[in-house]
Structures are given as C-alpha cells and as structure tokens.
C-alpha cells in the first residue's frame, strides 16, 4: 500500500490553489541496477482530481515525472471546507486516494 | 534562437503533412479514457503529433511556460504550462531530448483554469515545450531551452 | 538595392559615411526582426537573456521554484507515523524515546544533539539514539540496522524518523551542548578528524569546507570551522536529496563525504561521523534550523 500524498487546499479571490506531493519512485525503465540488471519501469499513469465528489482534473503520466511527482492546479471557484480528493493509478495497477479540506 | 525556431518550423510542417497524408485529426477527448501508450513512446515531436493524431502546434504568446534557465539537477525541473485562451481541452509538457519527449498530458475542464505545474526529469539540457491543445483542434506553445548542469561532487 | 560602397580599401580607408549607410540597412532588417523576438520574450513567462543574470542568481531561483513543496514533507509525516506506532520485536512505539530533552519530548531535541547521555555513558547523535530506542524499547538488532545500506529496509525508517524529528525543531536555534567533559572530547576529536589528510587525494574535510568561498562547479562549499549561517552547513541537514529522490540524514551526509574523499565509510553511528557533528553543531551555535531541507 502506497504512502499517503500531502495536499494542501487554499481558497483566495474566487479561486482554490491545490499542490499535491504524491510518494512514488516513478521508476522509467531505463536505469541498471549494481548488478547490470534493468529496474523494472513503475511510474503513475493516471492521476484524478475531484472537487465535492466531481471530477475536475485528469491527467496522463509519462515516467519522465520526477519522482516524488507535484501536482499543481487551480479550480475555479470552491471555498473553505470543501472537499478535494487526488487518485491514481500506476502502471502495476497500484491505486491511491486521498482527501483534504480546502482552508 | 531564430535558426532554432525555424528548424522547428519546419519540422512542425513535415509533422504537419504526414498527419494530412495519413490519419484525419482526432479532437481531443473530455475524460481520460484508457491510456496512450502510442504518445507517451514518441521519442520525437513529428512522431508524437502523429501519436495524438494532432495538428502542427504553432508558437503563440498566448501560451506561457515557466521553468528554470538552469536545473542544479536534471532528475527534478519544476515546469509550469498555462494559458490565457478559452476553450482549452488539453494541456501538454514535451521535453524534446528525452527519450520519450511526452512527460504529461492534462486534461482540462471548465471547473479548472488551463494552468498547471509539475516537475519532470530531464536527461540533458533540452528545449522544453507547454502546448494548449484547444477545442477546435488548434495546438499551440511556448518553448525554452533548460540547461541541466551536474553540480557539486556529482552525486 | 544596389549597395554605394566604394571600393573596398581595408577598414581604416572606408569613408565614414558608406560605413553608416551599411550599419542603417542592416539595423533595419534587424529591427522588424527584433520587435517580433521583443513581443516574443514580453509574453513569455521567462527573462530572455541568460547573459544578464550569473549562474549563481539561475541556481537560486531554481531552488527557489522548488522551496515550497518539499518531497522532505512526505517523509516527515511517515516519520510521524513511524514514532508513534507500535513495532518490532516488542511491539511498543517509540514514543518513550529519550532524545535528551527527557523520555517523548522531541521539540526541541534536534537543536541540541549531539549531546551526552547517562544510560549509554557516551555522546550520542540523533540517528544513533534513535538506534538505541530502537533497540531498548523496540527490541530491534541496533547492529544489524548499522549494517544495513543507506536507502534499504529499516535505513529508510530511520531517515524517515530523522525527517520528522528534525522537524520538530524548525526555525531554532542550535545549541548543542559542551557542559560535559565528554562533549568537549568529541569536539576536539572531531576537530581533528576534520583536519585530518588521508587517502588518495590527501583531503581532509577541511580541503573542501576549511576556508570562505570555495565552489565545486556550481555548489558553492560552506565553511564548517565557525558558523556558516542559518540554514547552512550543520543546519541546512536532513534534507531531501532531489538527485537521489531520497531523505539523507546527517549519517549519511557524512558517510557520503568520506566516499567522495575515496575513504571508506567510517560506518553509521560510528565515533567518527559522531564528533565530527559534534565539532559542527557547536560550531553553528545560534544558526537557525531549516531542516529537513532541500538540495541539488
């Protein structure tokens, strides 16, 4: 189970910025282990963003993301205590989601 | 940087006429659907417009790209695409150097604004492209050369 | 156009005036050229000329694209969850550690380590006293842990942990203690170990970090025998390693350093990398901690 995404959520002038730092190695596939061995590509494919339970944001990742992936976006829109929630799915099949309130 | 952007000119037309002799343009889609493997496996820009069935995107000062001039390491470049045009459905980071030069794509809905930012590796010093496809088909961008420097002990 | 010049004579012989007709033509195909590269740049979001900001002033806006949203956040809060929840062999949290600020309290304790304490009778570092609850109170193999490389297993856990207490101490001040005759042995240990020339390279900690505005390419080398600054050197540590995308706590910071020297790494824990922190943290007395902090 992966480990929980931070995610901050701040409503201003009619607008919610929302940052998201997300724990994944976004592995590309390409680089060698000591041994010569090739580590296997794993990297988040598709990320989701919803707002009160709508999605307003999706995205497609190439595995040139740096690792640790952030996220940033802005919703037109949404006030404090609204809730917003970030998912996604890699490559194995790997799925996350996780939740904050909008300050 | 006039010679480099009229290489790229021309590279776009020759994009250009290959999507006109093969595949009709596809408009871009409002959900995610399933997962292009064909685009994120480009590893040129003329092969990723063909990819994403896409038209030659033109330089616009509409489109904004924010990155660094310098990254003190390549492995994180934090880059920002955003523009001020209505009616965006897509927008796009392309490092051209890369291995695959696709790093994401976003899909846009009325509920966000077309600005977005994340971070990408970059295996060299490269241009890097944000690209707003819009919803007539229309792709434009803006460009900047980052330089990736290897700092300190190398490690 | 037909071009007026008269017959070319060498630079010195071509009248004043043929010069000034050439240079108008060729500024002016340059200017409708220039305006469209002007509106250009206006609309991008970047300056256009590198040539007017040095490399230096490029790398701290780099670093200051990345300062806020620092991956380090992701540790802390496993590190969180890591002191609090019950593990090992006896199942118990560690959240009767002893940093040295009595047994739980971990504001504050990052500031003031390495310090001295009673039950294990020597000068402990953060990450080594995190070893010894582990091993006390959670009943895990301290050596086996020592033994295990940087990034792998229970290393992670430790740098985790080492994230989240450091944060705890955000924004004060170092005051690491010299009250005990032991403390002031590690520190002149340290010193000298700092000093100290060896390897293939005949370097020593000093070589790199002994004077003021020394520079590897473009990592500029703080100096660590006074205080280098708030948030440098001593304090700029754990930090977010974006080359490596991992959590380097000071053990590995300083192990890594012996490697880059083409020593052997004197070992986590050991009394080397042990008064060397002692040496520094006195040395960086009132610095202000940013860690867990970010670099290249």
């Known amino acids: ?103 | 940087m006039y010679s480099r952007r009229a290489a790229l000119s021309r590279s776009l037309q020759l994009a250009a006429l290959m999507v006109a002799a093969g595949i009709l343009p596809r408009l871009a889609r409002a959900d995610s659907g399933p997962y292009d493997k064909a685009a994120f496996e480009a590893k040129s820009i003329p092969d990723l417009l063909k990819a994403l069935g896409a038209a030659a995107p033109v330089e616009s000062k509409d489109v904004t790209l924010t990155a660094p001039d310098i990254a003190e390491n390549g492995a994180v470049v934090p880059i920002g695409a955003a523009t001020t045009l209505p009616d965006v459905k897509r927008m796009l980071v392309l490092v051209e150097k890369n291995p695959a030069v696709l790093s994401a794509i976003f899909e846009i809905s009325e509920a966000v604004e077309p600005v977005v930012a994340t971070r990408v590796k970059m295996g060299q010093t490269s241009n890097v492209f944000a690209v707003a496809m819009l919803a007539d088909g229309r792709m434009l961008f803006a460009q900047k050369e980052v330089k990736v420097t290897l700092g300190g002990c190398g490690g | ?296």
Not at chain 1, 48 to 76: C, D, E, H, Y
Not at chain 3, 187 to 215: M, N, S, V, W
Not at chain 3, 260 to 277: D, H, M, W
């Open chain 3, 1 to 296: 156009m037909k071009r007026q010049y008269p017959d070319w004579q060498g630079p010195r012989n071509r009248p004043l005036e043929a010069v000034r007709r050439h240079l108008t033509r060729v500024f002016a195909r340059a200017g409708v050229f220039a305006a469209g590269v002007g509106l250009l740049a206006a609309g991008m979001a970047s300056p256009c000329c590198a040539q007017s900001k040095s490399p230096a002033d490029s790398i701290a806006e780099y670093r200051k694209m990345l300062a806020d949203d620092n991956p380090a956040e992701l540790f802390e809060a496993k590190g969180e969850e890591l002191w609090k929840k019950a593990r090992g062999p006896k199942n118990i949290s560690l959240e009767a550690c002893d940093l040295g600020k009595g047994p739980g309290q971990v504001a504050g304790a990052f500031v003031s380590l390495p310090r001295y304490f009673a039950d294990t009778g020597r000068v402990q570092d953060l990450e080594s006293r995190l070893l010894t609850c582990m091993q006390v109170l959670q009943g895990f193999d301290a050596e086996q842990i020592a033994a295990t490389p940087f990034g792998k297993a229970e290393q992670v856990s430790l740098a985790s942990l080492v994230a989240w207490i450091a944060a705890q101490s955000r924004g004060l001040h170092f005051d690491v203690p010299q009250g005990r005759t032991e403390e002031r042995r590690m520190y002149e240990l340290g010193k000298q170990i700092f000093f100290y020339r060896a390897g293939p390279y005949d370097f020593a900690c000093a070589t790199c970090h002994g004077d003021d505005g020394k520079r590897i390419r473009l990592q500029e080398l703080p100096r660590l025998t006074a205080n280098p600054g708030d948030g440098v050197g001593f304090a700029a540590w754990p930090a977010y390693r974006l080359s490596t995308g991992e959590l380097w706590g000071m053990q590995r910071r300083i192990n890594d350093c012996f490697r880059q020297q083409r020593f052997p790494y004197p070992g986590f824990g050991s009394e080397v990398t042990i008064a060397l922190g002692v040496y520094m943290g006195v040395n960086a007395r009132g610095a202000e901690s940013i860690a867990p902090a970010l670099k290249r």
């Open chain 1, 1 to 103: 189970m992966a480990d929980p995404m931070k995610i901050r959520a701040q409503a201003a002038d009619g607008k919610t910025t929302v940052r998201v730092l997300m724990a994944h190695e976004m592995e590309t596939g390409q680089r060698k282990d000591p041994a010569g061995k090739i580590i296997p590509a794993w990297y988040i494919q598709q990320v989701s963003a919803q707002l009160n339970g709508a999605i307003v944001l999706t995205a497609q990742w190439g595995p040139s993301i740096s690792k640790n992936p952030f996220l940033q976006f802005t919703v037109r829109g949404g006030k404090a205590g609204d809730r917003v929630a970030i998912s996604w799915i890699d490559n194995s099949g790997e799925r996350r989601s996780d939740e904050a309130t909008v300050s």
